[in-house]
């Protein structure tokens, strides 16, 4: 997801407190975690293809990209633990109501970036997703985020997944020591020959 901005609403503004938008204007594409080989976290989407596994019990959500990592909603009526430790994909919670998986996230931790952009988030992120597929070639999901550590309210974004056919996830590794990072120029800052 490029900027988050662009999967709200037509002419809804991402609800920033000051000290974020701030933050936001200062980051550099470079220092970006995911570029770092870092987990991208939620609701950040990533460019690559992913696979949705599901048992009575769990969905797995497998990420082809980054650290070729998973995702677990637990689908048990469990409730979210007393104690969590801050985590890149949080603790998930997810419940079917007809055909709409809503998925429950606490226990982020506020290492990761929405986007590529650099909208920040704290640790008293509590995400709410929605997944329906309308057809068989799309995956609907609505994401409401409530963040009042950086946000002045809680915002919805919105977007679609197509369903890839006739092909599996790759094994694609970003690993610690990534030589590319040193190409990714930061905001307004000139390419050096």
Known sequence: ????????KPGE???LQPWAIKLTR???SKDDPNASCLPSGIPRQS???FKIIQTPKLILFLIEGNVHTYRQIFLDGS???KDLDPTWFGDSRGTWQGDTLVVDTVGFNDKFWFDGIGHPHTEKLHVI???RRPDSGHLDYEVTIDDPGAYARPFTMYGQSPLL????IMEYFCIENNQDVAHILGKG????E
């Open 165 to 168: 056919q006739n092909t599996e």
């Open 1 to 8: 997801m490029g900027d988050i901005s662009n999967a709200l």
């Open 189 to 192: 800052t000139p390419a050096k």
């Open 79 to 81: 409730g979210h633990p």
């Open 26 to 28: 200062e980051r550099l």
């Open 47 to 49: 460019p690559f293809p």
């Open 129 to 131: 997703e929605r997944y």
């Open 13 to 15: 503004k991402l609800p």
